[in-house]
């Protein structure tokens, strides 16, 4: 069993930059691809990142793209989402997960673990 504990969230102006963090516990989650989704009001969950277990591999929904980064660090069991330039759009819950998989996925249904969140608004 997986533990995922978020953190960093908060409220920003537009234009500014916040750092979520992703706590892992109860096993490592260094041999799991690890992914970013989001959820505003009325809308569904939707993904924002992806990184592989290496770290070496990465992937961004395009909203988000030159914008967001994601990261890793294993010796942590740590996983990262810097966001800069943000926008009012960017409001919602990000929720961080654990893959199945030891590669990369877009897709909600690849991820077994998930955090209970962390509210990220941006006021304009």
């Known amino acids: 069993q997986v533990q995922l504990v978020e953190s960093g969230g908060g409220l920003v102006q537009a234009g500014g930059s916040l750092r979520l963090s992703c706590a892992a516990s109860g096993r490592t989650v260094s041999d799991s691809a690890m992914g970013w989704f989001r959820q505003a009001p009325g809308k569904e969950r939707e993904f924002v990142a992806t990184i592989r277990w290496s770290g070496g591999i990465t992937y961004y929904a395009d909203s988000v793209k030159g914008r967001f980064t994601v990261s890793r660090d294993n010796t942590k069991n740590t996983a990262y989402l810097q966001m800069n330039s943000l926008k009012p759009e960017d409001t919602a819950v990000y929720y961080c997960?654990?893959?199945?998989?030891?590669?990369?996925?877009?897709?909600?249904?690849?991820?077994?673990?998930w955090g209970q969140g962390t509210q990220v608004t941006v006021s304009s």
């Open positions: 997960a654990s893959s199945r998989s030891p590669l990369e996925s877009t897709l909600r249904t690849s991820y077994a673990y």
